[in-house]
């Protein structure tokens, strides 16, 4: 016998339609006050119990049976998405497995069999493996695919791994989930932000301190057997860059006020923004980044937009019980031709601010455009400019602009060498370049 916990009713009918076509004798609660009452009066050899209910949520509702003695049947969990918090403390709790929605029939049923496998061979507590540590970055892209991969393949292995990629596009989300994929991922994975280092502080916050109280650990410490992330790289300051490259050659470190030499067992993933390296110590980029992972920008992957919208909108509906809403076809191909200059953060909290402030279901192009009224700075490159927000004739000066200073630089300033290199009359050049407000005269000379 199973019982189904869930507050949509078009769920509930949905399992118990399924299920009891597979011969289980299914009873349906829709909150956690009727899902009380049928567990204790029906003991059912199986439970699936929603995460989000209006009134007691469903990690409570196991909270509560696990203070009982005992759960007495296994428990799977229903969400519209999985996370890290939920599943540590549902398996805890006592949780089997989680099943996410929308449900796959498959995966329905082989999750209930498992389950029920499990209990009836005195295995109650088997399935918790199955439970997801980090759900995947999202996206179907052959970019996203190839990616993950990557990512993958470098997780089996101890190497430090530097990633880089603009402000909001994830590199901290990669590092979480290449630890999660590590044989270090039971082991802590500690995050250090770069600029937190100071002259004064950077050897007492690296390698800890000690005095006749005892000893305090340092971020390494802290890592041991498991994993250092180095946050925005580029901001560790020369004392920190010197004193972590000895720490790195030496594989070992010595507390503040210490005497005994501590052996280093840390593995380490940093993030940098691109194009950081001209300033920075040299041998100890040469630790840090013996492989490096590329996050892209989401301009580069702009076809998993749509699907990046449905996941966010799911999370926050889920997360913080805001009103649904969907994302119609005209929005959505305004969004995916959106250069998105602060990446993912941006698509985030755009979908954040459209489900707070509300509204109809469906969320419209008249509504999008209105949201993206605020200009991109002109002084950002081109290709994070939205010159779909503009009239045509003031989106060609934009990109004629950007154009031309960007190959003037290519030129070292030389509007002789520019002409050539565009295809243009030079005294055509020069009068574009002063029509655009290009002042060639401060960059160079023929």
């Not at 560790?236 to 010595?254: D, K, M, V, Y």
Request: charged residues 30%.
């Amino acid at each position: 016998s199973i019982l189904v916990v869930d507050d949509e009713a078009d769920i509930r009918r949905l399992l118990m339609e399924i299920l009891s076509e597979e011969g289980y004798q299914v009873s349906v609660a829709a909150d956690a006050a009727e899902a009380r009452k049928s567990w204790e009066l029906l003991d059912p050899d199986l439970v699936l119990l929603d995460i989000w209910m209006p009134d007691t949520d469903g990690i409570t509702l196991l909270r509560e049976r696990a203070e009982k003695p005992g759960l007495r049947c296994p428990v799977v969990m229903m969400s519209g998405h999985g996370t890290v918090d939920t599943a540590v403390e549902a398996t805890r709790l006592g949780a089997v497995d989680f099943i996410e929605k929308p449900l796959s029939l498959a995966k329905l049923l082989r999750t209930v069999e498992n389950a029920l496998g499990d209990a009836r061979a005195g295995k109650p507590g088997a399935g918790r493996t199955l439970v997801p540590e980090l759900i995947p970055p999202v996206g179907k892209s052959h970019l996203m695919r190839d990616l993950r991969e990557k990512v993958q393949r470098v997780a089996r292995h101890d190497t430090p791994v530097l990633i880089t990629g603009e402000s909001g596009t994830g590199r901290e989300a990669f590092a979480r989930y290449l630890h999660s994929l590590s044989t270090r991922a039971a082991e802590p994975l500690v995050n250090l932000v770069a600029g937190s280092l100071t002259d004064d502080n950077a050897a007492t916050q690296l390698f800890g301190s000690e005095n006749s109280s005892g000893a305090v650990p340092g971020c390494l410490e802290q890592a041991q057997g498991g994993a250092l992330y180095i946050n925005e790289l580029q901001d560790l300051n020369p004392t920190a860059q010197r004193l972590l490259a000895s720490a790195l050659e030496q594989r070992s470190f010595t507390r503040v006020g210490g005497r005994d030499s501590v052996p280093l067992d840390v593995r380490f993933l940093s993030s940098a923004q691109p194009g950081f390296e001209k300033d920075f110590r040299k041998d100890l980029l040469a630790h840090l980044s013996i492989v490096k992972l590329r996050i892209p920008p989401l301009r580069e992957y702009a076809e998993d937009v749509p699907e990046l919208l449905r996941y966010y909108a799911d999370k926050l509906v889920d997360a913080e019980r805001l009103p649904f809403r969907r994302f119609d076809v005209g929005a959505q191909n305004r969004l995916r031709n959106y250069p998105w200059p602060g990446n993912i953060r941006d698509l985030k909290n755009l979908v954040h601010r459209l489900l707070i402030l509300g509204g109809g279901t469906d969320i419209t192009l008249k509504e999008i455009e209105r949201e993206l009224e605020i200009e991109t700075p002109a002084d950002e490159p081109l290709v994070k400019q939205d010159l779909l927000a503009l009239p045509l004739r003031e989106a060609r000066e934009h990109f004629e602009r950007a154009y031309l200073q960007q190959q003037l630089q290519l030129c070292d300033g030389k509007v002789g060498l520019l002409a050539k290199r565009v295809g243009m009359e030079r005294t055509h050049l020069y009068r574009k370049l002063r029509s655009l407000g290009v002042d060639f005269r401060q960059s160079g000379d023929d």
